[in-house]
């Protein structure tokens, strides 16, 4: 995104460009930048590979985070990989978050905007956090440079460093060996191939095929463009954020909007509960996910084997359990729209996931007394 100088907004006393000038500039230069790159074959490709990127970054790590969760390799020696690991989930997904403010049109300011008044909701410190992520109030002449430095600078920057600590913990201790290595590893040996060369030119090989893959969606499916909502005017358009986002939106939508109640001096609303207070205890429980495992609890072992996850029910109820959870607040994002009442959709995102949870665990306690018997 370029700052284009636009003579009247920059034209302050003496002519001297000055911070606001700067600023409005900013504002003004970033929708009409996009629209440049959009007219220019090679860099609206370029645009289109960086949004299907990011879709491709956040599906790769959960499925890393669920092949580690279910086969149970985030407990010893691994907690410390996998707590970083909970850090660059959180870090990709605002990262993704606040890519979409940089475009600056109508759905841009709206979808920040909401994201801006759930920071405000955190009770006693949201107004400091919100100024401090949002340069001030949204949209002001301070919230476009605050964001993007935080998209191309802080969030990137702390991406590598925490990645590099994540990837040189399984430097360290290598990475966990599958069921079947018990009877071919030797003993203090980890069974795999080494890192240089043959690791190394698989992995190689695999950036090429997925800067292909990347190519080609970015070239075959289209990205919205920004006159589908056109620059941001006084008028709200009704938005939704991107599949990765939307879990949260869905349970702002099951909170009534005059929900809330006040703990003396703290006020607690609906988006506080829904879009701050509910999102960060998926988290806190995602990142004491080793510690509230039972299993991990002997002092002295090591689990340097993947368990198959029907060997674990527990582990494995609650994760199809939570996957449910997320997967029924997608469908809560559109339950007015597919005809569903409050009532209902409060029924299904909780009965379901309860329901699975009981079926699984019913499952794996009657495999267990077969296996005794
Ligand atoms: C930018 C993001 C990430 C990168 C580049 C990355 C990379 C890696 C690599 C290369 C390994 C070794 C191979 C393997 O075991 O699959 C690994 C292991 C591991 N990762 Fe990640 N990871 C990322 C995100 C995550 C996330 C989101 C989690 C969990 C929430 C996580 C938790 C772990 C754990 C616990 C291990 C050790 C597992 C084992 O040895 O079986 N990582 N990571
Ligand atoms: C963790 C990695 C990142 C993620 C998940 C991410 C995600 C996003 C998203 C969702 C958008 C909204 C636009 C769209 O999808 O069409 C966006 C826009 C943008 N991002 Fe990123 N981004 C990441 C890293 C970066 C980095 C490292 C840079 C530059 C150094 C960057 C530069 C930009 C720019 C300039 C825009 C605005 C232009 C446009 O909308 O096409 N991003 N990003």
Not at 284 to 306: C, K, S
Not at 342 to 355: D, E, K, N
Request: proline letters at 8%.
């Amino acid at each position: 995104m370029k700052h284009t100088s636009n003579p009247e907004m920059t034209a302050f006393p003496g002519r001297r460009r000055t911070l606001l000038g700067w600023m409005v500039g900013i504002a003004a230069g970033a929708f009409a930048s996009v629209r440049l790159i959009e007219s220019i074959p090679a860099a609206n490709l370029i645009r289109n590979v960086h949004h299907w990127a990011a879709h491709v970054m956040i599906v790769t790590l959960l499925l890393h985070a669920l092949r580690v969760y279910f086969t149970g390799t985030y407990r010893k020696p691994r907690e410390i990989t996998w707590v970083l690991g909970v850090v660059l989930l959180g870090m990709t997904l605002a990262a993704g978050f606040v890519g979409y403010a940089l475009p600056w049109d109508a759905f841009a300011v709206t979808a920040t905007g909401i994201g801006f008044g759930l920071a405000r909701s955190i009770p006693l410190v949201g107004h400091l956090l919100s100024d401090l992520f949002f340069g001030g109030a949204f949209p002001s002449l301070g919230s476009l440079p605050r964001l993007y430095t935080i998209h191309v600078v802080v969030i990137p920057l702390t991406i590598v460093g925490v990645m590099s600590l994540h990837l040189l913990l399984v430097l360290k201790q290598k990475h966990s060996m599958p069921g079947y290595a018990r009877k071919l590893a030797e003993p203090d040996n980890v069974l795999g191939i080494s890192l240089w060369p043959y690791h190394a030119l698989l992995a190689g090989q695999l950036v090429f095929l997925m800067l292909g893959g990347l190519s080609l969606l970015a070239a075959f499916v289209p990205v919205h463009p920004l006159t589908a909502y056109g620059p941001p005017t006084p008028e709200t358009p009704a938005v939704k954020p991107d599949w990765y986002l939307l879990w949260i939106f869905g349970l702002l939508k099951l909170i009534p909007s005059g929900f809330g109640f006040t703990l003396g001096p703290l006020t607690i609303g609906p988006e506080f509960l829904g879009g701050v207070l509910f999102p960060g205890v998926v988290f806190g429980a995602m990142t004491l996910v080793p510690w509230l495992d039972r299993t991990n609890r002997h002092v002295l072992r090591r689990f340097e084997y993947m368990e198959p996850p029907a060997e674990a029910p527990v582990r494995l109820a609650l994760g199809v359990g939570a996957l449910t959870a997320v997967g029924m607040l997608l469908v809560a994002a559109y339950y007015d729209q597919i005809g569903l009442t409050l009532g209902q959709i409060w029924l299904l995102v909780v009965g379901v996931p309860m329901l699975i949870v009981a079926v699984i665990v019913g499952w794996g306690c009657r495999q267990r007394g077969r296996r005794r018997l």
